[in-house]
């Protein structure tokens, strides 16, 4: 996969081979390369890992100030309608990746009643704040006065100097629970204002209180927003954000080839239909801060002293303040050794970690979103035992990129076991005997429940064999 990390980039203390990089630390993207042994063997076919890494300068996260941000979002059934919740779940995740580290970010539902998705905490972990947008459907009732409470006092709970403190409230403002009138709901937001905090609201479709929404963001010194569409949620909060983390890398493109002695045999998180020799991958634009990489297995094809196996990592990219196409390589080589014992020092210990936590992390994801219950115990059995030691090892080595991936998929196994303790978990063993290849399965079961969630169910469907 292509997995965008936090804005700060704490490297791995204990790696015995760092990965070479050639890139200037003054340009805007650096890019690097670590294998996961500088020699392979006959075992190898199957284990041996490529991170490829880039990272875009930081050097212009500091030119706002801190934020202290809490997205406010309503969740109840009025916000299904003409697909205010997608607008409103696409704000929240604009508003997400336009944030760095520095930063404080709480994310608050609301229907009946109010529910913190994440507390107040400094945006290190995006991955897991998008996921948890993904989480949440529209249903119940409106208690907006829930909601805005406990966004004040999420904010109030990370409160630090310097920091510019607001509140994104994101609902239709139709109200029909807790505090109804108007002059106690602009009370609240003219006292959250003296306090230092700032109340925005989002209104977007056709259907929604409009003068509620105007009520609260101007007693709370904030503005009303209104989209017309999807288009213009990007640029929505910029001025409660303080301006959007500036874009220093466009048309950014990663790709991978093997130039010599194999194949690419798998990419972590995306479908490889067959081994092949090259894979290329669309990033996009580059924020300031942000980074990413990508996870690949490689199959050796020389067995014999003196075969290596050679990788070319490139990316390129246009340069927005040069108006310059940049394109950077990294090389990257193991070579065959008729020992089966491995050397630790040609081991990177990291990448290892790495391919393991990923492993786990797929498969869990595939559980997720299948319900499928042969990948949950292959998960679950993949989670004890590679969670404990490569948190450990993230923690040693401070590496927060790491940490941040063993704390999802510790969060994916206990929505899996939860899943599992009611009953709705199932087998897919029938549907997997008819896909022959391993990516084709893979699609059925990321994609088939939404599949079905869109078109009704068929008398005497037996793709399901449901656990007793």
Not at 105 to 113: A, G, K, W
Not at 198 to 219: V, Y
Not at 325 to 343: H, K, M
């Given at each position: 996969m292509a997995f965008l990390f936090s804005s700060h980039f704490l490297s791995a203390q204990d790696s015995p081979a760092p990965p070479l990089e050639i890139t200037p630390p003054s340009e805007p993207v650096a890019l690097r390369a670590?294998?996961?042994?500088?020699?392979?063997?006959?075992?190898?076919?199957t284990n041996l890992l490529l991170k490829v890494d880039f990272t875009s300068t930081d050097a212009l996260v500091n030119k706002r100030p801190p934020l202290n941000i809490a997205l406010v979002l309503d969740r109840s059934k009025s916000m299904g309608n003409e697909q205010k919740f997608m607008h409103a779940m696409?704000?929240?995740?604009?508003?997400?990746?336009?944030?760095?580290?520095?930063?404080?970010?709480?994310?608050?539902?609301?229907?009946?009643?109010?529910?913190?998705?994440?507390?107040?905490?400094?945006?290190?972990?995006?991955?897991?704040?998008?996921?948890?947008?993904?989480?949440?459907?529209?249903?119940?009732?409106?208690?907006?006065?829930?909601?805005?409470?406990?966004?004040?006092?999420?904010?109030?709970?990370?409160?630090?100097t310097g920091q510019v403190r607001h509140i994104l409230l994101l609902t239709d403002g139709k109200a029909n629970r807790g505090i109804l009138e108007a002059e106690p709901m602009r009370k609240i937001a003219a006292n959250a204002f003296a306090?230092?905090?700032?109340?925005?609201?989002?209104?977007?479709?056709?259907?929604?209180?409009?003068?509620?929404?105007?009520?609260?963001?101007?007693?709370?010194?904030?503005?009303?927003?209104?989209?017309?569409?999807a288009e213009e949620l990007p640029t929505a909060f910029q001025t409660e954000l303080k301006g959007l983390l500036e874009v220093v890398a466009q048309n950014v493109r990663v790709k991978i080839t093997v130039s010599k002695g194999g194949k690419i045999s798998k990419i972590y998180g995306r479908f490889l239909e067959r081994p092949q020799a090259s894979y290329e991958v669309e990033i996009g634009n580059l924020r300031a801060g942000e980074r990413g990489g990508l996870l690949l297995a490689l199959q050796p094809h020389g067995f014999r002293e003196g075969d290596t196996i050679d990788v070319t990592s490139t990316i390129t990219y246009d340069d927005p303040e040069s108006v310059e196409?940049?394109?950077?390589?990294?090389?990257?080589?193991?070579?065959?050794?008729?020992?089966?014992?491995?050397?630790p020092k040609g081991v990177n210990q990291e990448v290892i970690h790495y391919g393991e936590i990923l492993s786990a992390m797929e498969t869990a994801r595939e559980a997720v979103e299948s319900f499928d219950l042969e990948r949950y115990v292959?998960?679950?059995?993949?989670?004890?035992?590679?969670?404990?030691?490569?948190?450990?090892?993230a923690l040693n080595t401070e590496n927060q990129d790491l940490l941040n991936q063993t704390f999802l998929l510790k969060h994916f196994i206990k929505e899996l076991d939860t899943a599992q303790s009611e009953g709705k978990l199932h087998s897919h063993k029938e549907a997997g005997k008819k896909l022959k290849k391993a990516a084709d399965y893979q699609r059925y079961l990321l994609f088939h429940h939404k599949a079905m969630q869109q078109a009704p169910a068929k008398h005497g469907d037996t793709s399901h064999e449901h656990s007793k």
């Open positions: 670590a294998l996961s042994q500088t020699a392979y063997n006959t075992g190898s076919a696409g704000a929240a995740r604009s508003v997400i990746e336009n944030m760095s580290e520095r930063d404080v970010i709480s994310i608050v539902t609301f229907n009946e009643r109010a529910i913190v998705l994440s507390p107040a905490g400094h945006v290190v972990n995006k991955a897991f704040l998008l996921h948890r947008l993904e989480e949440i459907s529209p249903g119940g009732v409106t208690d907006i006065s829930a909601g805005l409470l406990e966004g004040i006092a999420q904010i109030k709970s990370k409160t630090e306090g230092g905090i700032g109340i925005s609201t989002l209104g977007c479709s056709t259907e929604f209180n409009e003068s509620r929404l105007k009520l609260l963001a101007k007693a709370g010194g904030g503005r009303y927003l209104y989209v017309r569409s196409r940049v394109i950077r390589t990294v090389t990257s080589r193991s070579i065959f050794s008729a020992s089966l014992n491995v050397d292959e998960a679950r059995s993949a989670f004890e035992k590679s969670y404990a030691k490569t948190r450990q090892f």
